[in-house]
């Protein structure tokens, strides 16, 4: 979990969202991945979807048995379908998403008595560590934007950039 949270800050220093995961096969890490929806200009660059991409591509199948993702927050609806898809064994979760997981929170796609396969969950490794990242995140966030708007605001009110008397 700990590269995973390094993937995270890859993200988080583009300006992403700091959600990171690596997958391992046979006790090797064999791929990387951290978000980059707003770098990329792609809804699908999850960080879940970059990493198994990759992995697919080191193992030269679109199969990953044998797999476990380590991913700092809980997978949405469409990165829990593609941990099926590709038929990763198990996945690691840092910490929970109770707006949009799918992988337990809002719902629970990884183990759906209908589907083909189902993926083993673990939930809450280094969670406090994962959560406080994001919870970070989301608070700068919010504050440069509300700078952003008084800038706005200042700038509408003296558009001449005289200085105020």
């Not at 030269?60 to 797999?67: F, I, K, S, T, Y």
Request: hydrophobic share 35%; aromatic share 4%.
């Amino acid at each position: 979990m700990k590269e995973a949270i390094r993937q995270a800050k890859k993200a988080e220093a583009l300006e992403e969202v700091p959600i990171g995961c690596v997958i391992v096969h046979e006790g090797k890490i064999i791929a990387r991945g951290y978000n980059r929806r707003n770098t990329d200009k792609n809804t699908l660059s999850h960080a879940e979807l970059n990493a198994i991409r990759k992995a697919s591509k080191k193992l030269g199948d679109w199969r990953l048995e044998g797999c476990t993702m380590y991913v700092t927050l809980e997978p949405c609806q469409m990165c829990s379908g593609a941990l099926v898809q590709s038929r990763i064994d198990e996945v690691v979760i840092g910490c929970m998403n109770a707006k949009a997981g799918c992988a337990g929170s809002v719902m629970n796609l990884l183990q759906v008595d209908g589907f083909n396969h189902q993926v083993k969950i673990i939930q809450g490794v280094l969670e406090e560590e994962c959560s406080s990242m994001l919870s970070e995140f989301f608070r700068k966030l919010r504050e440069k934007k509300k700078q952003e708007k008084a800038a706005l605001k200042a700038a509408q009110e003296n558009p001449e950039g005289e200085p105020e008397q």
